[in-house]
T-cell receptor
Framework: AQTVTQSQPEMSVQEAETVTLSCTYDTSESDYYLFWYKQPPSRQMILVIRQEAYKQQNATENRFSVNFQKAAKSFSLKISDSQLGDAAMYFCARLQGAQKLVFGQGTRLTINP | SAVISQKPSRDICQRGTSLTIQCQVDSQVTMMFWYRQQPGQSLTLIATANQGSEATYESGFVIDKFPISRPNLTFSTLTVSNMSPEDSSIYLC????????FGSGTRLTVV
């Protein structure tokens, strides 16, 4: 099975600090998409950032950036200047084929004021 | 990106009954996706719905249990049939739009 693994069930960070969430994946495809989603208690899945595997440049969206290591099949999310509103479950996902998202088990992020 | 309206947002149902969940998209999309999120778990794809054809189900999900309708390019329903407590989950619909956009989810509790 082609899986996505998030090895950190829970993480916590002080407000205004930086935190990195880990994700590794398995795939036999050479071109694919990777995503990070945020799910607050409202249960809405919110797209945080996405990365196309053929692009070597790491994606960045404001305070969110990724460290994409294709050879290592690693896709970590860095959140800078953490804010209380960043508290949520974070899911890493890989697009399998053209339409199926395969999700990791999630990391619960707590922001300490 | 597309905006999805999903309803109901939550429901409590008796075992043995059925619940139909609706998703309305503000633009035409070819495919709509239905996911299940069991308590404390990640999301699992149930099926992919194309307009004008039968939905394609993932391993472990069958049409008799999760019938899907896709009458047009902006709307789809998922029915959870003959429910048992094991069906208690969050159900989400999704479309591909600047990444994948999700509805707000339906929290189903079966008692």
């Amino acid at each position: 099975a082609q899986t996505v693994t998030q090895s950190q069930p829970e993480m916590s960070v002080q407000e205004a600090e930086t935190v990195t969430l880990s994700c590794t994946y398995d795939t036999s495809e050479s071109d694919y998409y990777l995503f990070w989603y945020k799910q607050p208690p409202s249960r809405q899945m919110i797209l945080v950032i996405r990365q196309e595997a053929y692009k070597q440049q790491n994606a960045t969206e404001n305070r969110f950036s990724v460290n994409f290591q294709k050879a290592a099949k690693s896709f970590s999310l860095k959140i800078s200047d953490s804010q209380l509103g960043d508290a949520a479950m974070y899911f890493c996902a890989r697009l399998q084929g053209a339409q199926k998202l395969v999700f990791g088990q999630g990391t619960r992020l707590t922001i300490n004021p | 990106s597309a905006v999805i309206s999903q309803k109901p947002s939550r429901d409590i149902c008796q075992r043995g009954t059925s619940l139909t969940i609706q998703c309305q998209v503000d633009s035409q999309v070819t495919m709509m996706f239905w996911y299940r999120q069991q308590p404390g778990q990640s999301l699992t794809l149930i099926a992919t719905a194309n307009q004008g054809s039968e939905a394609t189900y993932e391993s472990g999900f069958v049409i008799d249990k999760f019938p899907i309708s896709r009458p047009n390019l902006t709307f789809s329903t998922l029915t959870v049939s003959n429910m048992s407590p094991e069906d208690s989950s969050i159900y989400l619909c999704s479309v591909e739009s600047a990444g994948f956009t999700f509805g707000s989810g339906t929290r189903l509790t079966v008692v």
